[in-house]
C-alpha cells in the first residue's frame, strides 16, 4: 500500500469530520499538493467571502446583480408559477431575494454544505417572506442529494448564481450540469451565472485586491484545517497567489510556501520546500459559445442568455427535456 493510501485508510469513516479530514489527507498527499475549495466556506470562510462580493475590484457578484435586477421580469418569464426554486450553493440571500420579489414562488430549498450559515440565511428568509415554504438541505451538492418530500410534486426551477460553475475542471463541470438536470426532473429549469473571459488586468485585480480579502480567504482553510483536523500549519509561512493561465481560460489561487517547513493534520506529517505551492481553486471563464456547447452537451436546452453592457458577466436560462 503506497504512503496516501496508508494515511487515508488510517482515518475512521465514523467520524463526523471524516470526509473534511480524508480530503485534506488525500489532496496534501498528491504531487502537486492541492485542497478542494468546497472547504473555504465554514463560518468565517463565508463571511469573507461575502466580503469579496462587496470590494471594487471583484465585479462578478455586482455585475450579476445588475443583470439579475435590470432583466428581472425577463428572467422570471421562465419560472413556472408555484416553482420550487432549489439553489445549489446558497449562500446570502441578496440574489433569491431579487427573483422571490419577481416570481410566484411557492418554496425555497437552498442547498449548501455549511450548515450554520445555510440555516442562519434560511431563518431570516421565513421573518421576512412570512408565506413562503423554505426546505434547507445540508449537502454537498456537487454529489447527489434528495429533495425534501415537500416540493417532490411541483415544479423545479434551479437556480446556480456566482459563476461557481467556474469553480469545476471542465469534467466536473459536466459531471454537475449531468447532476443538476437529473436532482431537477424532467421539463425542470435552471437560471445560472457565468463568469466571461474578459481583460488579464481585471480578472488579475479581483482575485488579488488591495485590502487583502482574498488573501484572508485563501489562507483560512489552513485556519480551519488546524483548528478542525489538530493541524499546526504555520500560516504566516504561506502566501496567498492568484494568476490566470490563459491556455486554460481560468484564474488559479495557490498558497505558496515562503520556506521549507513541515506541517501536521491529524498526527500525518506534510513537507514543503521553499516556493511549493498548494493548489487551492480554480476560476474558469467561459465565452458565451463555449458555455452553449457545455449546456448542451449535457442534455441542457438553452433558452436565453443575458448579458451586462461591458460583457463581464452573463446569466443563462436552460430547458431540461420533458
Same mark, same amino acid.
Given at each position: 500500500m503506497n504512503v496516501r493510501a496508508t494515511a487515508l485508510a488510517e482515518v475512521p469513516r465514523d467520524e463526523p469530520i471524516?470526509? @473534511?479530514?480524508?480530503?485534506?489527507?488525500?489532496?496534501?498527499?498528491?504531487?502537486?499538493? =492541492?485542497?478542494s475549495p468546497k472547504y473555504f466556506y465554514d463560518a468565517a470562510g463565508s463571511e469573507l467571502f461575502e466580503q469579496i462580493t462587496r470590494l471594487?475590484?471583484?465585479?462578478?457578484?455586482?455585475?450579476?446583480?445588475?443583470?439579475?435586477?435590470e432583466q428581472g421580469q425577463a428572467i422570471s418569464a421562465f419560472i413556472p408559477k408555484g416553482t420550487?426554486?432549489?439553489?445549489?450553493?446558497?449562500?446570502a440571500t441578496t440574489k433569491?431575494?431579487?427573483?422571490l420579489d419577481e416570481c410566484p414562488i411557492g418554496a425555497y430549498v437552498p442547498v449548501d454544505i455549511s450548515g450554520? @450559515?445555510?440555516n442562519a440565511q434560511a431563518k431570516a428568509l421565513r421573518t421576512d417572506y412570512p408565506g413562503l415554504n423554505v426546505y434547507p438541505v445540508t449537502a454537498d451538492f456537487t454529489a447527489p442529494f434528495e429533495l425534501p418530500k415537500a416540493i417532490r410534486a411541483m415544479p423545479k426551477v434551479g437556480f446556480f448564481p456566482g459563476s461557481t460553475l467556474g469553480n469545476f475542471e471542465p469534467h466536473e463541470a459536466r459531471a454537475f450540469l449531468t447532476s443538476a438536470r437529473e436532482i431537477l426532473g424532467k421539463g425542470a429549469r435552471i437560471v445560472i451565472g457565468v463568469d466571461l473571459e474578459k481583460d488579464e488586468r481585471v480578472l488579475h485585480d479581483a482575485y488579488n485586491d488591495c485590502a487583502g480579502v482574498t488573501a484572508r480567504f485563501n489562507l483560512n482553510v489552513l485556519h480551519r484545517i488546524n483548528r478542525e483536523l489538530d493541524g499546526d500549519f504555520d500560516v504566516g509561512a504561506f502566501d496567498h497567489r492568484a494568476i490566470y493561465?490563459?491556455? =486554460?481560460?481560468?484564474?488559479?489561487?495557490?498558497?505558496?510556501?515562503?520556506?521549507?517547513?513541515?506541517a501536521q493534520?491529524?498526527?500525518?506529517?506534510?513537507? @514543503?520546500?521553499?516556493?511549493?505551492?498548494?493548489?487551492?481553486?480554480?476560476?474558469?471563464?467561459?465565452?458565451?459559445?463555449? @458555455?452553449?456547447?457545455?449546456? =448542451?452537451?449535457?442534455?441542457?436546452?438553452p433558452l436565453q442568455s443575458w448579458t451586462d453592457k461591458g460583457g463581464l458577466f452573463s446569466v443563462h436560462a436552460l430547458a431540461a427535456p420533458m
Open positions: 471524516s470526509a @473534511f479530514a480524508r480530503d485534506v489527507i488525500e489532496d496534501l498527499s498528491q504531487a502537486p499538493k =492541492r485542497l471594487p475590484e471583484y465585479y462578478p457578484t455586482r455585475t450579476e446583480l445588475a443583470i439579475l435586477r420550487a426554486l432549489v439553489e445549489f450553493g446558497a449562500g433569491i431575494r431579487l427573483l450554520d @450559515f445555510l493561465n490563459r491556455d =486554460r481560460h481560468r484564474i488559479e489561487m495557490h498558497l505558496v510556501s515562503k520556506k521549507m517547513l513541515t493534520v491529524l498526527g500525518r506529517t506534510f513537507s @514543503f520546500e521553499p516556493g511549493e505551492s498548494i493548489h487551492t481553486e480554480n476560476s474558469y471563464k467561459y465565452s458565451i459559445d463555449r @458555455f452553449m456547447t457545455l449546456a =448542451r452537451n449535457t442534455g441542457w436546452i
